[in-house]
């Protein structure tokens, strides 16, 4: 059966440019002409995107700390026939940005959600990574700080799914440090910075060299990034490279010291680093 909206106004989410304003689509810019108010998460940052269409509207702040007292607002301008348009400060809304609340109150009291697609770093970022797609989940701002995200990062280890993330420039060699720590800096993976802009840029190799790659390049903590991470191998794949880190491990605590042994077994196993500290100690002391 098909989805029966009550009379009023339309909520449509509207993605906008992450970058470049040529990404703007025809329909968008139709839409933004259209509504009685756009909702947005910056009123000065979506003013100057209105001004650069030559478009006046009445604007609400829409953002983390107020989108729940907005609620009643927005189904009151729906009731009275108003369209609004919903924006973010680039991309789609929703998408690491404010919006779900409302979304989810105004498809409950009936009024028509209506999306107006466009860009995403996310999809922009897989698709030019050569990264594997078909599964990838979007995980996307881990904590900020290093003990609650290394605990993310290990709950995702074992994921087989291309992983996703967004992180901010001052933050981005920690978060890449801290992958090769929990992932191994073999684990392949490819960065993209100012996705769209001028000074795009793709990091790739494993997290070991991607991690020269930021630290080598004066702009390489600049921007905002998105951080793409191949999956772990299937399980069975995963279990025979446990059995080779553990033949592994075992010739080489024999020579060398156990933290420098589980370094060398990570680069080449893909297995945590620290997990396999672990393991060498538990094999030392048979």
Same mark, same amino acid.
């Given at each position: 059966?098909?989805?029966?909206?009550?009379?009023?106004? &339309?909520?449509?989410?509207?993605?906008?440019?992450?970058?470049?304003?040529? $990404?703007?689509?025809?329909?968008?810019?139709?839409?933004?002409?259209?509504?009685?108010?756009?909702?947005?998460?910056?009123?000065?940052?979506?003013?100057?995107?209105?001004?650069?269409?030559?478009?006046?509207?009445?604007?609400?702040?829409?953002?983390?700390?107020?989108?729940?007292?907005?609620?009643?607002?927005?189904?009151?301008?729906?009731? *009275?026939?108003?369209?609004?348009?919903?924006?973010?400060?680039?991309?789609?809304?929703?998408?690491?940005?404010?919006?779900?609340?409302?979304? @989810?109150?105004?498809?409950?009291?009936?009024?028509?959600?209506?999306?107006?697609?466009?860009?995403?770093?996310?999809?922009?970022?897989?698709?030019?990574?050569?990264?594997?797609?078909? @599964?990838?989940?979007?995980?996307?701002?881990?904590?900020?700080?290093?003990?609650?995200?290394?605990?993310?990062?290990?709950?995702?280890?074992?994921?087989? *799914?291309?992983?996703?993330?967004?992180?901010?420039?001052?933050?981005?060699?920690?978060?890449?440090?801290?992958?090769?720590?929990?992932?191994?800096?073999?684990?392949?993976?490819?960065?993209?910075?100012?996705? &769209?802009? &001028?000074?795009?840029?793709?990091?790739?190799?494993?997290?070991?060299?991607?991690?020269?790659?930021?630290?080598?390049?004066?702009?390489?903590?600049?921007?905002?990034?998105?951080?793409?991470?191949?999956?772990?191998?299937?399980?069975?794949?995963?279990?025979?490279?446990?059995? $080779?880190?553990?033949?592994?491990?075992?010739?080489?605590?024999?020579?060398?010291?156990?933290?420098?042994?589980?370094?060398?077994?990570?680069?080449?196993?893909?297995?945590?680093?620290?997990?396999?500290?672990?393991?060498?100690?538990?094999?030392?002391?048979?």
């Amino acid at each position: 059966m098909s989805e029966q909206h009550r009379p009023g106004g &339309t909520l449509y989410v509207v993605a906008t440019p992450i970058g470049n304003l040529q $990404d703007l689509s025809e329909r968008a810019v139709n839409v933004l002409s259209s509504v009685s108010l756009v909702a947005a998460e910056d009123t000065r940052h979506s003013g100057r995107l209105l001004q650069h269409l030559g478009l006046s509207k009445p604007m609400l702040a829409l953002h983390d700390h107020n989108e729940r007292d907005r609620v009643a607002r927005i189904l009151a301008e729906l009731e *009275a026939g108003r369209d609004i348009a919903l924006v973010s400060d680039a991309g789609t809304p929703l998408i690491s940005d404010p919006g779900y609340l409302v979304v @989810r109150e105004v498809r409950g009291a009936g009024y028509r959600v209506s999306p107006v697609p466009g860009a995403c770093a996310m999809i922009a970022a897989l698709s030019a990574a050569g990264l594997p797609t078909d @599964r990838f989940l979007f995980a996307g701002f881990l904590p900020a700080k290093r003990s609650g995200r290394r605990a993310a990062l290990s709950d995702l280890r074992a994921q087989t *799914a291309t992983l996703v993330f967004y992180e901010s420039p001052h933050r981005i060699l920690d978060f890449v440090q801290d992958l090769v720590e929990e992932f191994s800096s073999g684990r392949e993976c490819v960065l993209g910075r100012e996705l &769209t802009k &001028t000074f795009e840029t793709f990091y790739s190799g494993s997290a070991g060299e991607v991690l020269g790659q930021l630290q080598d390049d004066a702009h390489g903590t600049r921007g905002e990034f998105v951080v793409m991470v191949r999956g772990a191998p299937p399980s069975d794949e995963a279990a025979a490279t446990a059995l $080779d880190a553990d033949r592994l491990l075992a010739l080489l605590i024999a020579e060398l010291p156990v933290k420098k042994a589980a370094r060398i077994v990570a680069e080449v196993s893909g297995v945590g680093k620290n997990e396999l500290y672990q393991r060498a100690l538990e094999l030392k002391a048979q």
